[in-house]
């Protein structure tokens, strides 16, 4: 009698943890990538084992979680494509390695791409690593003046309604995150890590995308830690940390035609430390008309930082622009407000405007930087345009205008 118990008992257990699978898979639920074949040994491919999760969890009806869990993964380039028929999360407790070998990417302008997807979600305290030494040494964009045959780490494409959280980008071996046409889109508490020598490593740019919230983000990298390309709007930069690095942009704008204004960005409360710059707006010479209007820079601390405030209309790396022809982007409704701490250079504020299309409504208030080199004092220069101050302002306001 109680063996048959046991058995019918035994019988019964399987049959409710069958129905509790088949539940779990009919509610999304969680696909690790592991049950998908991947060896976690930081050594076989397991490109197709995430493919394949990805696929799975793209097709449920049902909320669903992908698991990378710890471990060392080798993933070549691979497209996260949507749409999917339901919110997926991403979920990355492992270490995910990037090939150095850069043929594999030929045809790639990114290595993990997340593209054409709604109430995306991207978390866990792993990391994407891009492995870039190598493509840092064979990066020749200075002579040729186009950056663009690396992959970006992480390369988000269309994408609205979605978080990006707690994950890290280390090495990549171009920009670590590019997001694209995006909107309503959060980066939160996330870690970008690359060598200060290693070039054009930005660490999130933004291009043609709205409503984009970066917040809580830890930078140190080769480039820009955040750039802001054409038609960025509605961006809200706070509590980011960044240096080393060459600091927060806006632009480069006016290379391109057709480019859409940047409109509406706020950086607040940020911390910058031994970049190369610290908040800027940077246009080319030479350039189509455009737009960039409403940019906020308030309540952010320098530390060692050279040019600490700068508008560059006469931005012109490599040389390779016709300088003598002023830019054509109009710059206006910009504010700096409360900007304290200490410059690594003389020349501390700069704000060179465009001889065609002076800057209109800059405002200066309560500017505290130091200074201490040798050839000090502290001064700010002014080109084409006439700011309002408030405030205490040291250095003082169009220094040279005095
Ligand atoms: C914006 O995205 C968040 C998810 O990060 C979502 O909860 C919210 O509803 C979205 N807002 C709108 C207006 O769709
Ligand atoms: C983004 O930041 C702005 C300004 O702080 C805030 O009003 C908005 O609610 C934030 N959006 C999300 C999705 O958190
Ligand atoms: C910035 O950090 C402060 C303190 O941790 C927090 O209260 C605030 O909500 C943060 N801002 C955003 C936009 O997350
Ligand atoms: C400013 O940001 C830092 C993190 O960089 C945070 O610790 C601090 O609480 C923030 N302050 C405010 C007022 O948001
Ligand atoms: C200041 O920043 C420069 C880089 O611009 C760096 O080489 C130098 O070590 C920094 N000095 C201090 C005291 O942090
Ligand atoms: C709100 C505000 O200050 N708007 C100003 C933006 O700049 C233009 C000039 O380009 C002014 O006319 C607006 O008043």
């Not at 792993?126 to 663009?148: E, I, R, V, Y």
């Not at 909107?183 to 290693?198: F, Y």
């Not at 952010?300 to 040019?307: K, L």
Request: aromatic share 6%; with cysteine.
């Amino acid at each position: 009698m109680v063996s048959k118990n046991n058995r019918l008992m035994a019988e019964a257990t399987c049959l409710l943890i069958f129905l509790f699978s088949v539940i779990r898979i009919a509610h999304g639920a969680d696909f690790n990538i592991k049950n998908f074949g991947a060896k976690a040994n930081g050594k076989s491919d397991d490109t197709q084992a995430m493919s394949n999760a990805w696929k799975a969890a793209c097709m449920s009806t049902d909320p669903s979680t992908i698991l990378i869990p710890n471990g060392k993964y080798m993933v070549g380039p691979l497209t996260f494509q949507g749409p999917c028929k339901a919110p997926v999360n991403v979920q990355v407790q492992g270490n995910v390695l990037a090939p150095t070998d850069l043929n594999i990417f030929k045809s790639q302008n990114g290595w993990m791409v997340f593209q054409n997807i709604d109430r995306l979600m991207v978390s866990g305290t792993g990391t994407f690593d891009g492995q870039g030494s190598l493509a840092w040494s064979q990066n020749n964009c200075a002579k040729t003046g186009t950056c663009n045959s690396l992959p970006i780490n992480l390369a988000f494409t269309s994408i609205t309604n979605s978080k990006i959280q707690d994950i890290s980008s280390l090495n990549s071996k171009l920009f670590h995150m590019n997001i694209l046409n995006c909107k309503n889109v959060t980066l939160q508490h996330i870690i970008i890590r690359a060598p200060e020598e290693s070039l054009n490593t930005d660490g999130i740019h933004i291009g043609r995308s709205s409503r984009i919230n970066i917040t809580g983000v830890d930078i140190k990298t080769g480039d820009d830690c955040v750039s802001l390309g054409d038609g960025s709007q509605q961006i809200n930069i706070e509590n980011v940390t960044c240096g080393p690095g060459h600091g927060i942009s806006v632009g480069s704008l006016g290379k391109y035609h057709d480019e859409q204004p940047v409109m509406g960005v706020t950086v607040r409360n940020c911390t910058l430390t031994s970049t190369m710059f610290g908040v800027r707006v940077k246009t080319w010479p030479n350039s189509p008309s455009g737009v960039a209007s409403y940019l906020d820079f308030e309540d952010i601390v320098m530390n060692n930082v050279s040019t600490c405030l700068l508008i560059d209309q006469e931005y012109c790396p490599y040389a390779q622009c016709n300088a003598e022809v002023p830019s054509r982007v109009k710059i206006s409704n910009v504010s700096f407000k409360n900007i304290r701490g200490t410059s690594a250079t003389k020349q501390a504020v700069k704000i060179i405007c465009s001889r065609s299309i002076p800057c209109q409504n800059v405002q200066i208030s309560d500017i505290s930087l130091q200074y201490n080199g040798k050839d000090g004092p502290i001064t700010s220069v002014c080109k084409n345009v006439k700011p309002s101050a408030f405030g205490k302002l040291n250095p003082p306001a169009c220094a040279n205008y005095n």
